[in-house]
């Protein structure tokens, strides 16, 4: 009994653990580093793992006029986009997107980009 039990034990130790997986981006629309025309009404995020959207942000700074950005928020029926809605004006110029996600592991990671609207 004593040596069945420490088989068990021994295998449970020796067997692989799961991986820890953490949300990373995995595309974005407009497309990281593009060049975009016409400005584009929203930004899109989809993520390589399910998020906590709640606790999710993301922000967007643009050119001088940029009318600002909305709060990220849930894409309807998938849990790995996030949409953030952009305010007109939208001029011409560089937009940097610093985005901070929470997955549903409760792993946090963030990152940023820029994409370019043209004249």
């Known amino acids: 009994m004593r040596l069945s039990g420490l088989a068990v034990l021994l295998t449970l130790a020796l067997a692989p653990a799961p991986a820890l997986a953490h949300a990373f981006l995995d595309h974005a629309e407009p497309r990281v580093g593009s060049q975009v025309k016409p400005p584009p009404r929203t930004v899109q995020l989809w993520f390589t793992q399910g998020l906590a959207a709640a606790f999710c942000q ?3 700074a643009g050119p001088p006029g940029f009318g600002g950005a909305g709060p990220a928020r849930p894409a309807p029926g998938d849990n790995r986009r996030l949409i953030v ?10 937009y940097r997107v610093r985005w901070r996600a929470l ?9 940023e980009f820029a994409f370019t609207v043209r004249p």
């Open 58 to 60: 993301v922000t967007v």
């Open 85 to 94: 809605d952009l305010r007109p004006p939208l001029p011409a110029g560089v």
């Open 103 to 111: 997955s549903a592991d409760t792993h946090v990671t963030e990152g």
